[in-house]
């Protein structure tokens, strides 16, 4: 069993800076990748980023490429999303989320296990 908890959510205005945090606990050795995930009233869950827990690979979404940044720190079994420039359209429940099978589709929701209880995100204009 793998637990995660996010933090780090608020309420911001539009040009502002948030960093989450999602921090692992049980069998974080078993942990492959790592995503973020948003959800915004009315819509589907999409994926944001994630990283790979050993060799340290990523991958964005368009729409927030060059303004969010994931990264990890193994020894704290936390991973970071940090998110700049932030617009009311980010606004959204952000949930971090554990592949544990190596399902080899990164920002697929099908490809991870465990989820977090999600920290919310609000951007004013």
């Known amino acids: 069993q793998v637990q995660l908890v996010e933090s780090g959510g608020g309420l911001v205005q539009a040009g502002d800076s948030l960093r989450l945090s999602c921090a692992a606990s049980?069998?974080?050795?078993?942990?492959?990748?790592t995503g973020w995930f948003r959800q915004a009233p009315g819509k589907e869950r999409e994926f944001v980023a994630a990283i790979n827990w050993h060799v340290g690979y990523t991958r964005t979404a368009d729409s927030v490429k060059g303004r969010f940044t994931i990264s990890r720190d193994n020894a704290k079994n936390t991973v970071s999303l940090l998110m700049n420039s932030l617009k009311p359209e980010d606004t959204a429940v952000y949930y971090c989320a554990a592949d544990v099978s190596r399902a080899g589709v990164i920002d697929s929701i099908r490809s991870y296990e465990y989820w977090g209880q999600g920290t919310q995100v609000t951007v004013s204009s």
């Open positions: 049980g069998r974080t050795f078993s942990i492959y990748v």
